[in-house]
């Protein structure tokens, strides 16, 4: 089974990290991993340039959100950073509408958080870790099932906060993602037909060069 790897990894370990190799274990990690997975080293170029900011060509980049409602009422928020916002803008627009999408306001559904795990060392005190995540600048601190921190903060604080808290607890971060987080309660779709058409929209999404996020 080929493995794909999202060249977001790759950004979010550069910006966390980073962006030489040599310096950067968990970049060099990603890039092996993506070599591996059969990724040309041309895209993995182009995501260690976007966590730089700028394109393969070297020209900046733009950050633009596309806010999205599917059948029946499935809202969806887009991260897109492009050299180019309009082009980008308007085939994604073209997109979801093949996919029976409406572009529309969604965006106020959702709070946008920055989510960083931190590797667990296993013994100690939680109520500790969280003490001290919190005067680190977290908003909220959770404890996955293998022990690992998880750290909710602000996307704009997000790289300080886990590069502070990875000192204090000398562990190291193994990912760090930007998310839209619902307000409101969770639904589940049990529409089938529903389900497969937001799943293929969404993997469409994913094969967009442009999209950083969903």
């Not at 596309?66 to 308007?90: F, S």
């Given at each position: 089974m080929k493995v794909t790897i999202p060249t977001q990894s790759l950004m979010e370990s550069e910006i966390v990290y980073g962006p030489d190799p040599n310096l950067n274990s968990q970049l060099a990690t990603w890039i092996a991993a993506a070599k591996k997975a059969g990724m040309p080293k041309a895209n993995i170029d182009v995501?260690?340039?976007?966590?730089?900011?700028?394109?393969?060509?070297?020209?900046?980049?733009?950050?633009?959100?596309?806010?999205?409602?599917?059948?029946?009422?499935?809202?969806?928020?887009?991260?897109?950073?492009?050299?180019?916002?309009?082009?980008?803008?308007?085939?994604?627009?073209s997109l979801t509408k093949k996919h029976n999408g409406t572009v529309t306001p969604t965006a106020f559904l959702f709070t946008r958080w920055a989510r960083t795990t931190l590797k667990g060392k296993g013994g100690e005190d939680f109520d500790e870790v969280m003490m001290q995540a919190l005067?680190?600048?977290?908003?909220?601190?959770?404890?996955?099932?293998?022990?690992?921190?998880?750290?909710?903060?602000?996307?704009?604080?997000?790289?300080?906060?886990?590069?502070?808290?990875?000192?204090?607890?000398?562990?190291?971060?193994?990912?760090?993602?930007?998310?839209?987080?619902?307000?409101?309660?969770?639904?589940?779709?049990?529409?089938?037909?529903?389900?497969?058409a937001i799943g293929n929209y969404l993997a469409a999404l994913q094969e967009y060069p442009d999209v950083q996020g969903v």
């Open positions: 995501a260690i340039a976007r966590g730089q900011g700028k394109s393969s060509s070297g020209a900046g980049l733009e950050n633009v959100t596309l806010e999205v409602m599917m059948p029946p009422a499935v809202a969806i928020v887009v991260d897109v950073e492009t050299d180019n916002k309009q082009r980008a803008l308007q085939q994604l627009r005067d680190a600048g977290a908003e909220d601190v959770e404890q996955d099932e293998n022990g690992d921190v998880i750290l909710w903060t602000q996307p704009n604080t997000s790289h300080q906060v886990a590069q502070e808290l990875s000192k204090v607890l000398s562990t190291e971060i193994l990912d760090s993602e930007i998310i839209w987080s619902p307000t409101g309660d969770k639904v589940k779709l049990d529409d089938a037909e529903a389900t497969t």
